[in-house]
Nanobody, 125 residues
Framework: QVQLVESGGGLVQAGGSLRLSCAAS????????MGWFRQASGKEREFVAA????????YYADSVKGRFTISRDNAKNAVYLQMNSLEPEDTAVYYC??????????????????WGQGTQVTVSS
């Protein structure tokens, strides 16, 4: 059974940093992409960042470029999202996702096969 478990969310002041972790179990995702999405209250889920499990290119939403960094540790079967210079607009539930097959598909939540339960990030002004 595949599981993705996020951790690292919390409350932080604007300008602060958080590091989200996503631990995967049940399979590896060689050749596939891992992603982070977020959903603010009353809004649709949106793409944040993605990276290929085996390494290589990374992809970011324009709103987080230069502030967020996605990385992975294959030995630990984990993917991370380092979030710096956080803004109140970053407040949302953040979800880890796995399984997208192509670079062009990483931006769409429907292209992912597996999802974590989400972790709340709240940025106060």
């Amino acid at each position: 059974q595949v599981q993705l478990v996020e951790s690292g969310g919390g409350l932080v002041q604007a300008g602060g940093s958080l590091r989200l972790s996503c631990a995967a179990s049940g399979r590896t995702f060689s050749g596939r992409f891992m992603g982070w999405f977020r959903q603010a209250s009353g809004k649709e889920r949106e793409f944040v960042a993605a990276a290929k499990w085996s390494g290589g290119s990374t992809y970011y939403a324009d709103s987080v470029k230069g502030r967020f960094t996605i990385s992975r540790d294959n030995a630990k079967n984990a993917v991370y999202l380092q979030m710096n210079s956080l803004e109140p607009e970053d407040t949302a539930v953040y979800y880890c996702a796995a399984g997208a097959r192509y670079p062009s598909s990483t931006y769409y939540s429907s292209e992912y096969d597996y999802w974590g339960q989400g972790t709340q990030v709240t940025v106060s002004s």
